[in-house]
C-alpha cells in the first residue's frame, strides 16, 4: 500500500500563490508516477500536472501551462505544485495521487484511471 497525505491549500486572492504538498509513504519502490486533480463543487475531477517518479518528465493541464508547476523532491518522497497568478476557477480540492504501472508516455498519467493510490486533499479558494 501507499499512503499519499497533501497540505499547503488555503485561501487565498486573485493572482496570488500556494504551493501544495503531498507526501507519500509506505511501498514507494512501487510508484511509477505522481499526479495532481482537482474537483470544483458540482464538477467533475479533472486533471492538472504529473510528474513521473524519477523526475524526468512533466505534464500539464493546457488551463494551468504557464502558472502552475510540479516538481519532486526525492530525498523527501514529495511532490509540490507550485500555483502561481490563482484564479477564482482554480477553486477546488486539490487530490493528489500515485501511479504504479509501465507506461510509455508521461502524457498518460492525466488519466485518472492509472492510478492506484489517493491523497485525501486540500482545500483550494481563490477569491475575485
Known amino acids: 500500500q501507499v499512503q499519499l497525505v497533501e497540505s499547503g491549500g488555503g485561501l487565498v486572492q486573485t493572482g496570488g500563490s500556494l504551493r501544495l504538498s503531498c507526501v507519500a509513504s509506505?511501498?514507494?519502490?512501487?510508484?511509477?508516477?505522481m499526479g495532481w486533480f482537482r474537483q470544483a463543487p458540482g464538477k467533475e475531477r479533472e486533471f492538472v500536472a504529473a510528474?513521473?517518479?524519477?523526475?524526468?518528465?512533466?505534464y500539464y493541464a493546457d488551463s494551468v501551462k504557464g502558472r502552475f508547476t510540479i516538481s519532486k523532491d526525492n530525498a523527501k518522497n514529495t511532490v509540490y505544485l507550485q500555483s502561481n497568478s490563482l484564479k477564482p476557477e482554480d477553486t477546488a480540492v486539490y487530490y493528489c495521487?500515485?501511479?504504479?504501472?509501465?507506461?510509455?508516455?508521461?502524457?498518460?498519467?492525466?488519466?485518472?484511471?492509472?492510478?492506484?493510490?489517493w491523497g485525501q486533499g486540500t482545500q483550494v479558494t481563490v477569491s475575485s
Open positions: 510528474i513521473t517518479w524519477s523526475g524526468s518528465s512533466r
Open positions: 509506505g511501498r514507494i519502490f512501487s510508484i511509477s508516477g
Open positions: 495521487g500515485a501511479a504504479n504501472g509501465i507506461y510509455s508516455s508521461v502524457s498518460i498519467l492525466a488519466t485518472q484511471g492509472v492510478y492506484s493510490y
